[in-house]
């Protein structure tokens, strides 16, 4: 994790280092990439520029990577350790941190979002004509049917960005759908072991040094939010249809942070934020995270302080929570100015299973498009029973020739990508694959496009495999395929990968705030690499079917321009209340929604305040907003301190005197915790207040589901909206009997609260838990 110096200012502060970078040694050690937060209100006035500054200050030269001027002040710089030593001196600079690098969290949707051709969110935004989207990833392959600009308008006037050309991507890839293109390479560039020091720069044999996209991701993305309709789309012939985005007419600008086999870097990151703000976006979508499961504090994190600079300037931020669930405390990116987005399945299928000998007949899914086994049943084996780790994963190198030549071969999930395990069985003489769950995914399941003949089995049936290979000696079986299915029930289902909470770092802000469609989704993919993304994988494909929370996210970053376009006056905290407060609990059997890792009724800790649901979002009725000083104000609550608030939000700023409650941020979700410490009765007070977004005259009753065991009440019980009076503001008194209070498996019980006008349902989830006091 990145480290965070408070440095000696000689003016007004005195703070010491938390965790020292530096320690001596004999000799110099490699140089490493460190971003730096700068006052801006130090800069002497007979400098130009910021960059002039930086340049002129330091007594030696210093190589500036980059140079930040919108959403946070500073530069990032790859520097030896005395150099770095001597820059820390400086009474200017407030922090810094290491670069680090972070990983991407890796059609039918909007349908199944609640969008319709004639009525609804994309007639009444014009399907997000003139909303620009701005997506980090990996770039774009701009000669896909999804960027088509044909018969869109002129480029809106206030865009001021640049189609910045290089390898293989010139001025002519930009079009009225891609308005700009921008890559960011040079924090890459100088890291070690990548572009620096034991790196050799971009390897243009396998990436473009330019916005084109090398990996697909970017591409998948980038239409999922706002890609044009295509006709006759399809995977191999699987999920076959019109693929569009959620906001067709929306346009594109494309910062490419992520490179091919290397994932992204803060630095990069932190630029392109600075460079979308400056450019004219709207919205930004960025499916990235830690990649580790681990949430640093929003000081020392690039995503949560880029992105407060773009939502302080109206800019929407949509980020994905992770693919680190069923597990709890896995989403990320939680800071309650991001968006945190994670995933659902959609009503649409692509089944296959498993026969085996006995007879017996397994269910699972496969995206396998290849010459099929058409019945025929071979030898079954699993190298697992070995007791090898590696033979059981199907790593690489891992697998006996003479063991599973001529058979088919069960791999457990995990360490190595799923169909790379595939080419371990082929290269080892394997005709086809059982890829079979293990615990921690549970009985959740992706389709994949593998090139020998394989079917994803969940936990309970890969268990059910492995017995019956123990039991017969001459165990057989097949592997059949259904191609696609629509209609399939329950869905939404909340994925066994999406991060769940409680929220790692500051438990009264519920994360994820929703789910969006994440599970076999289609869209636009890179000619670069064929679908697998696998070097051997030679096959060309216009679309691919991935999962994950990178999917969903695109979905909520295409519903925000849509509702931008519809209401362009509405604040990003305004876009994601209307989401969160309308979505769904419900799935497609009208009942509660399912969590697809056990099977059981999922949470608010899985599903936050539910599925995005388009159709009741563009008129939600009351919204919960909030300002930059909500936002500040939060943060002096956490007790940070003015200097490290000022990291994230660039301007100084003074906490009162008496310290505000976290809790008491205007969110559209409510986390109440009390002390396992506390005996007999316990009590919170909340304070929210609404804005009237919908009819002016409008009367609402307050609807309380109290969680079990818990006493919920509302002062006051009405909300009477006029003209004149557009906002009110209510109390929330949760009540609490350390006798009474049972928590259930998730450590917690749930309830919502609503207010009714007889046309809107403004819903808000109620999370109660208990913590040990620190």
Not at 210 to 220: F, K, L
């Amino acid at each position: 994790m990145a480290s965070l110096l408070l440095l000696t200012h000689f003016l007004c502060f005195t703070f010491t280092a938390i965790i020292p970078i530096f320690s001596p040694v004999s000799a110099e050690p490699a140089a490493k990439t460190y971003i730096f937060r700068v006052d801006s209100f130090s800069k002497p006035a007979i400098f130009p520029t910021h960059y002039h500054w930086y340049s002129s200050e330091f007594t030696e030269p210093v190589n500036i990577l980059h140079v930040y001027d919108n959403v946070f002040h500073g530069f990032s710089a790859s520097l030896s350790p005395s150099q770095a030593a001597s820059i820390l001196q400086h009474p200017s600079i407030l922090a810094t941190f290491e670069d680090r690098r972070r990983q991407l969290h890796t059609t039918r949707s909007p349908q199944f979002l609640g969008l319709r051709n004639q009525k609804g969110l994309w007639s009444e935004s014009d399907y997000g004509s003139d909303v620009i989207v701005g997506v980090l990833d990996t770039g774009i392959w701009p000669e896909r049917r999804s960027f088509s600009d044909l018969n869109l308008g002129p480029i809106p006037t206030r865009w001021k960005g640049v189609c910045q050309t290089g390898d293989k991507f010139t001025a002519k890839n930009c079009n009225r759908k891609i308005i700009g293109a921008r890559f960011f390479s040079k924090g890459h560039e100088a890291a070690p072991g990548f572009g620096g020091i034991g790196g050799g720069g971009i390897n243009d044999t396998v990436e473009f040094k330019s916005p084109r996209d090398a990996d697909g991701h970017g591409t998948h993305t980038a239409s999922t939010a706002a890609g044009r309709h295509a006709f006759s789309a399809n995977m191999s012939g699987y999920a076959s249809g019109i693929a569009k985005g959620v906001a067709p007419k929306a346009r594109l600008a494309v910062y490419k942070v992520c490179w091919k086999n290397s994932g992204c870097f803060d630095s990069d990151i932190l630029a392109a934020f600075d460079a979308a703000v400056s450019d004219g976006v709207d919205v930004i979508s960025i499916s990235i995270g830690g990649g580790d499961g681990i949430s640093s504090p929003y000081y020392l994190d690039p995503i949560a302080i880029g992105a407060y600079g773009a939502v302080s300037r109206g800019v929407f931020v949509s980020s994905s929570a992770g693919n680190d669930g069923p597990n709890g405390m896995s989403a990320t990116n939680l800071a309650p100015w991001l968006t945190t987005v994670g995933a659902g399945t959609i009503d649409r299928n692509f089944p296959a299973e498993v026969i085996l000998g006995d007879g017996r007949k397994l269910s699972g899914v496969s995206l396998y498009a290849g010459k099929p086994l058409n019945g025929k049943m071979y030898p079954i084996v699993y190298p697992g029973k070995s007791g090898v780790l590696s033979a059981s994963l199907c790593m690489e190198n891992s697998l006996d020739p003479h063991l599973v030549r001529g058979k088919i071969v069960i791999c457990d999930r995990g360490s190595n990508p799923r169909v790379a395990k595939g080419m371990v069985v082929h290269k080892a003489g394997g005709v086809g694959m059982i890829l079979a769950n293990g615990v921690s995914n549970g009985e959740g399941l992706v389709g994949d496009a593998h090139l020998i003949p394989t079917c994803a089995v969940g936990a309970n049936e890969g268990d059910a495999i492995k017995s019956y290979i123990a039991s017969h000696p001459t165990a057989s079986a097949t592997i059949n395929f259904h191609g696609t299915v629509i209609g399939v029930k329950p869905a939404p289902v909340v994925a066994s990968f999406s991060g769940r909470g409680p929220n790692g770092l500051n438990p009264e802000i519920l994360k994820p705030d929703l789910i969006a469609p994440g599970v076999n989704i289609l869209a636009a993919w890179t000619d670069a690499v064929g679908p697998t993304g696998l070097d051997l994988d030679n096959r060309k494909a216009e679309f691919n079917i991935l999962s994950g929370t990178s999917m969903a996210c695109p979905h909520v970053s295409g519903a925000a321009a849509l509702l931008k376009s519809a209401h362009p006056d509405w604040s990003p905290a305004a876009i994601r209340s209307a989401m969160m407060t309308t979505a769904n609990r419900v799935d497609n059997r009208l009942q509660p929604m399912t969590d697809e890792a056990t099977g059981k009724p999922a949470t608010p800790y899985d599903y936050g305040a539910g599925h995005l649901n388009l159709d009741l979002a563009l008129d939600p009725g009351l919204v919960y907003d909030l300002a930059n000083e909500d936002y500040v104000s939060f943060l002096c609550a956490i007790e940070y301190g003015p200097k490290t608030i000022q990291v994230i939000t660039k301007s100084p700023v003074n906490c009162p005197m008496k310290k505000p409650l976290p809790e008491n941020l205007n969110y559209p979700s409510i986390a109440a915790l009390f002390s396992t410490a506390a005996k007999g009765v316990s009590s919170k007070t909340f304070f929210r207040t609404v804005t009237n977004v919908g009819d002016t005259n409008a009367e609402y009753k307050v609807k309380i589901e109290a969680p079990k065991g818990v006493t919920v009440s509302v002062k006051p019980d009405k909300l009477v909206f006029s003209e004149k009076v557009r906002k009110l503001s209510y109390y929330v008194t949760i009540t609490v009997d350390s006798k009474n209070l049972v928590l259930n498996d998730s450590g917690a019980e749930f309830g919502s609260l609503s207010w009714i006008d007889g046309n809107h349902v403004v819903r808000s989830p109620i999370v109660v838990t208990q913590m040990s006091p620190l």
